[in-house]
C-alpha cells in the first residue's frame, strides 16, 4: 500500500544555548599560624594570644623573647594584663630581651646606665655654656657702661669745660695744662719743659734743674 502524499524532511528550528558553565570552585583562605605558635611547632588556635603580637612575618622578634623569658612566662604575663597594655608589654620584653642577648651581664640597665652619662655629659656642656655666656654678657654690660660713662664726661667736658674731680676729669686738666706751659715755653717767658711727673694724680710738667739737684730725702 503506497502512501498519497510525499513527506518532505523534517527541519526543526535551532535553539540558542549558553556557553558551559566552568565549575564552581569553594575558595578555601589558609591562614598561617603565628610566629610563637611556629617556633613551638603547635596548633595556632582562633583565639591564640600571642598571634596578635608575634606575626609570622618577624619570627625573629618571638625567638627573641622566647630566649630570654620563655614562652610560659611570656603567655602567663599577657593573660594578666588588660588588652590594652598588652602591645607596650611585649615591646618592653622584647627590648630587654634584645638588650640582655647583647649584654649578658648588664643588659638593659647597662644601656640605661650609658644613656644616663650622656645626659649628664650633655647637662655639664649646657652648665658651662650657661655660665660664659652670662660672662660675656655682664663683660658687654660693663664695656656699654664704661662707654656710656665717657660720652657722658666727653659732652660735660665739651660743653662747660669743668673739671669734675673724676680721673677721666683730671687727664683733661692734666692735659690742659702741658699745652699751657708748652705755649709759655713758646713765647720764651719760661725755662724749657725737660720732664713731666705726676703729682696727687696730676700731670705736672718741669725743667730738670727744679728738682734734679734737690735732695731726695732731708
Not at 9 to 38: D, E, F, G, M
Not at 43 to 58: E, G, K, Q
Not at 65 to 94: C, T, W, Y
Not at 138 to 160: I, K, P, R
Request: charged share 15%; with cysteine.
Amino acid at each position: 500500500m503506497e502512501s498519497s502524499g510525499d513527506t518532505g524532511p523534517l527541519h526543526s528550528s535551532p535553539t540558542p544555548t549558553s556557553p558551559p558553565q566552568p565549575p564552581a570552585t569553594a575558595t578555601t583562605v589558609v591562614l598561617s599560624p603565628c610566629a610563637a605558635c611556629k617556633i613551638l611547632r603547635r596548633r595556632c588556635v582562633d583565639r591564640c594570644v600571642l598571634a596578635p603580637y608575634f606575626p609570622p612575618t618577624d619570627p625573629h622578634k618571638f625567638a627573641t623573647a622566647h630566649r630570654v623569658f620563655g614562652a610560659s612566662n611570656i603567655i602567663k604575663l599577657l593573660q594578666e594584663l588588660p588588652e590594652e597594655h598588652r602591645a607596650d608589654a611585649v615591646s618592653s620584653m622584647v627590648y630587654e630581651a634584645a638588650a640582655r642577648v647583647r649584654d649578658p651581664v648588664y643588659g638593659s640597665a647597662g644601656a640605661i646606665c650609658q644613656l644616663q652619662r650622656q645626659v649628664d655629659g650633655l647637662k655639664a656642656q649646657l652648665a658651662r655654656a650657661q655660665a660664659e655666656l652670662a660672662a660675656v654678657r655682664a663683660h658687654h654690660a660693663q664695656l656699654v657702661a664704661l662707654l656710656c660713662t665717657v660720652e657722658t664726661m666727653a659732652a660735660s667736658n665739651s660743653a662747660g669745660g669743668q673739671h669734675d674731680g673724676t680721673y677721666c676729669g683730671e687727664v683733661v686738666a692734666g692735659s690742659g695744662r702741658r699745652s699751657q706751659l708748652a705755649a709759655a715755653a713758646a713765647r720764651g717767658g719760661a725755662a724749657p719743659v725737660d720732664a713731666h711727673y705726676v703729682v696727687d694724680g696730676i700731670m705736672q710738667a718741669g725743667t730738670v734743674g727744679t728738682w734734679a739737684d734737690e735732695p731726695l730725702w732731708t
